[in-house]
């Protein structure tokens, strides 16, 4: 019998995770901060799209025709059931690599994504995959990757060798993944105990061990206990990549352009004497201790002039997707928490506050024509825009006519995975047509919007709704640690948190025409 997992977790079904990186309109900010020319995406392609949240919720917030493939016969039913919903077009199949790069019927892409994909496949599948975007990307086009690397996994690596061990050697198959899995973890425990010398030259692997045992076994299942699992060195990744001609362009975590939060003077004065892109990003993988790269590779970069550059910053359009009392002025990078300055994120979050969709130009316009905040440079706003974009705060707008075009894809969209919230929590993000792709909205907000599209006008109304569905179910709220058992507790709740969202995040997710 032929084994189509090709030695990939299929024994349980990986999360109804949502991947904002993935969404073709981030590339535009970190391309022009990063002096390159953007592309102008209508095609894509995501391949191992998992559940097929971020291919749906992307195919339905926008014009880009989306393509992509997942393994999983039961996970790509259920992206096509979505597909079929928002009527967005997307094609996507339940295809091996090899098998979806020799269709016919695949355009080329402007656009291709990998999350979390390349470090838990073989090489011969790597082979596929650089092959197909030989082929399939355009000139100009653009690659998002995310990969495991080193140095920062470089201490796990044997751990996860022996987890997996364990499981294929001393695990039930009948007891099914997860226990396989905790009956793994509970061996590294009994390791460590034993305070093994690899244990004492590697302390930090105990943490980890811990932190794994915290995390949902679906994503620990396909992090960790695949066959294959390479956490691979950039310059590795570089060399694979060269084949299909393409050249790293920029991170696609927008917080590593923020050097001041990720290094220090001796770093930075140390990779800015290395005249290699390349051999300096290696290098600063070890500044870092680099765990995980999210990555954009053009095919055929060019370069913007000073002027172009300028230009086209100017014309990024944002919008704060936050309540401006939430956001706050911290941030983490590589070196740990900073503080950002209220002299300069206070005035651009204020001019944001209304929600509505402002260029950068006219932020530096509405700036200067403030006698206190005049001084404040357009460098200092395009720094605001990208850690507040790195933050979720800030999120790219889409051009009018594409925001107007994608609104009835994104409602269908909207009403069915609302639906769906009414007895599942695991669907926690809606389609928004302004930045084109998903937004974080947890099961009781998503059902306060149903109760809303259905006539119900008021919060009370909505814990009402709410309730009624909970207790068909027999579910009760928790609240601090304790079940809340009465009728009359579990109203007050829901009245109080419903009341919250009207007043918070309801205006928000208007301002996203969600809502």
Not at 203 to 221: L, S
Not at 271 to 297: E, G, H
Not at 318 to 345: C, F, H, M, N, W
Not at 408 to 414: A, E, F, S, Y
Request: charge should be neutral; proline fraction near 4%.
């Amino acid at each position: 019998m032929t084994d189509w997992t090709a030695g990939y977790v299929a024994d349980i079904g990986y999360t109804y995770g949502y991947y904002t990186e993935l969404n073709p309109l981030r590339v535009r900010l970190a391309f022009l901060n990063a002096g390159l020319v953007p592309p102008e995406v209508g095609s894509a392609c995501e391949l191992g799209f998992g559940q097929g949240m971020s291919a749906n919720l992307h195919a339905a917030a926008s014009v880009v025709q989306w393509s992509g493939t997942d393994f999983n016969p039961a996970q790509a039913a259920f992206a096509q059931e979505l597909a079929r919903v928002a009527e967005s077009g997307a094609q996507l199949f339940d295809e091996a690599f090899d098998q979806f790069g020799a269709r016919a019927d695949l355009p080329e892409f402007d656009y291709i994504g990998l999350h979390g994909i390349w470090s838990w496949i073989s090489d011969e599948n790597r082979a596929v995959i650089v092959d197909f975007i030989r082929r399939k990307l355009k000139v100009g086009g653009v690659l998002y990757i995310s990969y495991n690397t080193q140095p920062g996994w470089a201490a796990m690596v044997p751990m996860r060798d022996l987890l997996t061990e364990h499981a294929e050697v001393l695990g039930s198959d009948g007891a099914g993944i997860v226990s396989r899995i905790d009956a793994a973890l509970n061996f590294a425990d009994q390791l460590l105990a034993a305070n093994p010398a690899y244990a004492r030259a590697n302390p930090q692997i105990a943490e980890r061990i811990k932190a794994i045992k915290g995390q949902n076994r679906h994503y620990v299942a396909h992090e960790y206990f695949n066959r294959d699992w390479q956490p691979m060195a950039f310059a590795q990744m570089g060399r694979w990549l060269q084949s299909a001609k393409l050249t790293w362009a920029c991170s696609a975590n927008y917080l590593d352009a923020i050097d001041a939060v990720n290094l220090t003077a001796e770093q930075q004065t140390l990779l800015a004497s290395i005249p290699d892109p390349m051999f300096r990003q290696t290098t600063r993988d070890f500044c870092v201790n680099q765990q995980f790269r999210k990555d954009y590779w053009v095919k055929g970069g060019r370069t913007l002039t000073a002027l172009e550059q300028a230009e086209a910053l100017r014309g990024q359009r944002i919008l704060l997707a936050q309540p401006r009392a939430d956001v706050g002025l911290k941030v983490t990078g590589s070196l740990g928490e900073a503080t950002l300055q209220e002299a300069v994120y206070g005035p651009i979050l204020d001019q944001l506050a209304d929600h509505k969709p402002k260029t950068l130009g006219q932020l530096e316009h509405a700036l200067k024509a403030t006698p206190s905040t005049q001084s404040l440079s357009f460098a200092q706003i395009l720094q605001a825009a990208m850690v507040l974009s790195a933050t979720g705060a800030v999120q790219a707008v889409q051009d009018d006519a594409v925001v107007q075009k994608a609104k009835k894809r994104t409602d269908r969209l909207n009403v069915y995975l609302m639906t769906k919230a009414r007895s599942s929590n695991e669907l926690s993000y809606l389609a928004s047509p302004v930045t084109g792709g998903g937004v974080t909205v947890p099961r009781f907000q998503q059902l306060f919007l149903l109760a809303k599209q259905q006539g119900h006008k008021q919060p009370q109304d909505w814990a009402s709704f709410v309730w009624n569905i909970l207790a068909l179910q027999n579910q009760r709220l928790v609240k601090d640690g304790k079940t809340l058992e009465s009728v009359e507790e579990n109203l007050a709740e829901l009245t109080a948190q419903a009341s919250e969202f009207a007043e918070k995040q309801l205006p928000i997710l208007k301002a996203l025409q969600i809502a």
